[in-house]
């Protein structure tokens, strides 16, 4: 191939990738398999390596990210992006379109649109392509990243149609909470601290500086203001409807995330509607936006110093309910990390009781300046962590002491530490707390790790409490004498406990590699080691950077790994381990096919001839992907009895194909 056919192809590959990355992500619509898509894009990939100097900035293999940078540039808006002014009143809204009807000339209309609760950011766009991304910083100047921005899918990076030849796009980048939930449950797995809300999530994430994690967190965006020094489009809702016509992912009429209306009864609807909706989004709103359609009458309205006239936030109030902090305890999780919680006199908020609230670390006591029975303000921090957002401090006693966060363990004594660049403490005594070593038990013999039956926290407490178990090596030397003169053991779950202790022999390696509670090693993360090393002696010996280069794993997990075997306590347990007879390396399955290879599925219900496990560890063994949610991306949703009615009507919305438990069979035959 020479120069002028692989330009043309390379050329030819992006605007076909680009369709259908557009009527995937934003349309919903998919008419090529997710074979052939990666198919395409390699190609394409090849092709940018073997001819660099055909490889656009606006092509679709930046998506991936992988760019890593040292800072971010502050860049001057062209177009000042002022804040709205905003209310929590129904009377203010009335006021103010009362207002407009008094200044502006002729009949008004208004748009009404959702109030994103993300980070707003500029996007222009020059000859079509994506040029340059800006986050709102002061309003007069923010930062330039264009690097994290690309790879969010939604958000083209070259245009269809009649488009200007320069122009921005303005609009709202946000974590849907199936994005946010999935990414908390993968910390919570890896004894991670947990992730507040969505809306600081993902403005944490578009200034992270490796590109390959922004794009990993599944952010997305919805684009609604259009800006250039020349338009010919008469009224924002106009605007915004070509925008979509230029392959951009904008609020719809459809699903009234827009309306257009023209009294203020229309407004009133549009905000009584979404105030009660708003919970079934699938993604977090925190008001309405109402706005002049008109961009004549805009212009002569004008604007305030600091924001425009003709246009308001209405702002939905959070619920949150005043309580007494009662004490504060903290808690030492099994990998020594040290969370406070706040203990409260129970209270009612969003329909549940409330008495005890995450104060995550020690930087969340300092910032909230807390004193021993201060009376606290707490909400449900992104509609599911409940957290102290404030103090009364009217109601503070005086000489009540300042809370001040721990110097040792408070199980052991040790002086905790608190490395540089996290927020949180640690007890670094892993050998001997008890918290940790009894954490690192339970986990061990969890469900999703070794499983082993007759086998629980109180269990584990006992066994502990006598000196039988130390380590999870030690239930490998246990006997059934010893169970049976235990208090509480008979002799049925002796012999359960023994038998589950050898039944966990056949775990298989991946499990057991998750089950040892390796920092920042998550059943994900367990998976794809084990499936690219194949034995635990090449993950012993692997460098960082044959670490670095399992899909997945970033710096942070392969220091970890790293860390862990070098530690001479953990290569004893292992071998101990690997001598009680625990799989440690991979075994091919028998019967393992690749019929299900690129295929994601949902399993929910009950079923009668398999458990939800080993209809998951079939469709594993065969090539396909387990998820946890329904969304676009999912080819098939498995329905047993008593499934939920809201994912069936999602499956069948989307167009998702239902099998049932038969026919899920009949895959196979």
Known sequence: MNNSEAQ??????????????????????????????????????????????????????????????????????????????????????????????????????????????????GIRYKNGFLLRAVTRGDGNQGEDVTINVKTIKTIPLSLKGNFPADFEIRGEIFMPLESFQKLNAEREESDEPLFANPRNTASGTLKMKDSKIVADRSLDCYLYGVYGNDSIIEGHFESVEKAGEWGFKVPLVKNRFIEKVTSIDGIMNYIHFWDKERNNLPFEIDGVVIKVNNYSQQKSLGFTSKSPRWAIAYKFKTERVETKLESITFQVGRTGAITPVANLLTVQLGGTSVKRASLHNSDQIEKLNLHEGDFV??????????????????KRNQSSPIVKFIENCPECNTALVRKEGEVQHYCPNELFCPPQMKGKIEHFIGRKAMNIDGLGAETVDLLYAKGLVKTIADLYELTFHQLVELERIAD???????????????????????????????????????????????????????????????????????????????????EKLISAGLQFEIKEKEGATNKLDGKSFVVSGVFNSFSRDEIKEVIENNGGKNVSSISSKTDYVIAGENMGPAKLKKASSLGITILTEDEFIQLFN
Not at 379 to 388: A, L, R, S, Y
Request: some cysteine; aromatic content about 10%.
């Open 492 to 574: 049925k779950s002796a012999n359960n406990i023994i038998s589950g202790i050898e039944v966990s022999k056949t775990v298989p390696f991946e499990r057991v590699l998750f089950a040892l509670g390796i920092r920042f090693v998550g059943e994900t993360v367990a998976k794809k080691l084990a499936k690219h090393f194949k034995t635990i002696e090449n993950i012993k010996v692997a460098s960082i950077e044959e670490l670095i280069n399992v899909d997945e794993i970033g710096d942070k997990i392969a220091i970890s790994v790293q860390n862990y075997f070098s530690n001479n306590e953990s290569r004893l347990l292992i």
């Open 8 to 121: 043309e192809e390379i050329l030819k590959l992006s605007e076909e990738i680009n369709k259908h990355n557009h009527l995937y992500y934003v349309e919903n619509k998919s008419i090529i398999s997710d074979y052939d898509f990666d198919l395409l894009l390699k190609k394409l990939q090849d092709l940018e390596i073997q001819f660099p100097e055909f490889a656009f900035d606006y092509s679709p293999t930046k998506r991936v990210g992988g760019d890593i940078t040292k800072k971010f540039e502050t860049v001057v808006h062209r177009f000042p992006m002022l804040s709205l002014s905003n209310t929590y009143s129904e009377e203010e809204i009335i006021e103010w379109e009362n207002r407009l009807k008094k200044l502006a000339e002729g009949e008004i209309e208004y748009v009404c649109e959702l109030k994103y609760d993300g980070v707003a950011i």
């Open 377 to 394: 303000y707490v909400e449900k921090g992104g509609e599911i962590i409940p957290k102290i957002v404030g103090v009364n401090t009217e």
